[in-house]
Each structure stands twice: as C-alpha cells, then as structure tokens.
C-alpha cells in the first residue's frame, strides 16, 4: 500500500483538550497544558509517524495544535484567531473536539460554523469522555451527529488515550497517498527556545490566579548552549506593577517555585543540567501592541 500522508487541524473551544490530544497522539510533550483557557497562543504541529499494519498503510500525519477559538478583544486575540485561520486553510482534515461533557451552547456553535465555512472533512471528537457515565455517551453522540455531516464522529479521552488508536486508524483512512513531509525523528516544528518559553508560562500559568494568565508573555533573552550546561536568560512580561509583584512573591518565593518547576522540566527536554534566570518586567499594555504581539511567534523571530 502507497504511503499516505497529510496536515490535520485540531480546532475547538478553549480547555477542550486540543493540547492534550496532540501530546497523547505525538507521544511527547509538544504543546504545554494547562486547565486555564487560552494557553496555546500559537499554531504548533507535531508529527506522528504510522507504521503499517494490516489493512493501514504506512504514513505520516502532522497534527496542528491551534488556540481556542473565542472572541477575538486584543491584538494578541486577533492574532490568535489568525493562527486558527490558517490552520483551516487548505488542510487535509479537520479535527473539531468538544468537550462532550459540556452542554453545545453559542460559542460550539460559532466553533461549528468556522470550520464548516473552510470546507472539507471534518471528523468530531467527543473528548473527555473519562468524566461522563457510559450511558450518557450515546444520546449525546445522536445529538452531536445532526448538527453537520462529520465523517465520523469519535469519543475519546484525550488523557486517558481512550479511542486514540481508533482515531488514528480512521485519520490514516482519510488521507490521501503522499510523501514524508518530516525526517522520522523530529517530532514537531518548534525551535527549542520556543518551547523552553512555553514551558516557562506553562509554570507560570500553573502556579498564578485567574488574572495573569493573559497578561503574561515570555521572551528567551539568552540562550548559551554548553557541553554539561546551558544557561537559559528568560523575561516574563506582565502588564502593571501589581501583576509583577504577584509574579515575584513574598520574599520572591514565586517566581523561585515557577523557576524550579520550569528549570526540572527544561534539564530533562535538553538532557542537561540548566542554569535558569527568570526576569519579571512590566510591559503597559502589551497585548495591543502589534509589533510585540508580532515579535512573540516564533515564526516571526526566524524569518
Ligand atoms: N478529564 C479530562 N480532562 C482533560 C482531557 N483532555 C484535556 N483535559 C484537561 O482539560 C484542560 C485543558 O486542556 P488543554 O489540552 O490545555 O486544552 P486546549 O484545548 O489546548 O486549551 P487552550 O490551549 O486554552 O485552547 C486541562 O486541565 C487538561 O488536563 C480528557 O480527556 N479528560
Ligand atoms: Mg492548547
């Protein structure tokens, strides 16, 4: 059988577990997770190679985290939303997953109704199905079916990888014949500084209130690889002095418990020791500013 390959969006609401799902089917920790809304600001691909088996081909599928989709009020939120867009540009599948415990509401709607203005197959993922009592699962399927016609619709738990070999099986189904898009070891497209700033407001996001989360952006200023050590430099932008003094702690005891989080997490992706600095600045409205909203893709920094 011909190798298939193709580009696979997740789409959905914030919290639906679009992150969760691309680290449960890549096998690594690709995008970071957290339970707060709009964690993922960027657009991130991971890579899972298929082996063949019998009656599946072999292939190579890139799987394309994407932010929440949500009502767009900043610079940051618009480009946010343009990352989702161009996700939905001329892909081979689209993944939308909800969170089947939730009741569909306006905002499933108007997730809905993007991904079926791109056109296209789009598959349905009922996630987090670990927390709903089996019985529940049917009716909430019948409901889910008559909204579009998906090409298949799939419960699944994200984190328990309930239905996840299943989904792989059927996305392999639906993609064309196709070359390796990726050498076979790397497993997605990030820059490893972007990922040691992701990591970084993963910490951050974890170990603050409900306030900071969009206010905090993270910007490596050093990055010195060595032999046994690298020494990493990282500023954590926040947007008023309140916020940076939240950041920092009494006697500066959160932002050591954010480096130390971030600095065990960083030595095991790097397989070195770490030497971590962490800078707290203020930076007055800087979600409104298109040329640091700009500046924080990576993308962006390479080009
Ligand atoms: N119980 C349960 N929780 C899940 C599952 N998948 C994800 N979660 C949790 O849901 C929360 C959000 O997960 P993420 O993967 O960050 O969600 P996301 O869709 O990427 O969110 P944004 O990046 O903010 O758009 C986290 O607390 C996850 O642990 C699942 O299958 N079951
Ligand atoms: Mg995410």
Sequence with gaps: MAFRSGFVSIIGRPNAGKSTLLNALVGEKVAIVTAKPQTTR??????VNVKAQRGRPAGQIVFIDTPGVHRPDSRLNRKMMQEIHAALESRDLILLIVDAAERFGPADQHVLDLVKKSGGPVFLLLNKIDKLQKDK??????????????????PISARSGEGLDLLLNKVMQALPEGPRYFPPEQYTDQPERFIAAEIVREKVLLKTGKELPYA???VIEKFEEGEKLDRIA????????????ILIGKGGQKLKEIGTLARVELEALLGKKVFLELFVKVKQGWRESPAFVDELDWRNQIS
């Design 137 to 154: 699962l049917l009716p909430i399927i019948e409901r889910y079916s008559k909204l579009h016609e998906f090409q298949q619709v799939l």
């Design 42 to 47: 960027t657009r991130i691909q991971g890579m």
């Design 216 to 218: 905090t952006a993270v």
């Design 234 to 245: 990282v500023a954590i932008f926040c947007e008023r002095e309140g916020q940076k003094a």
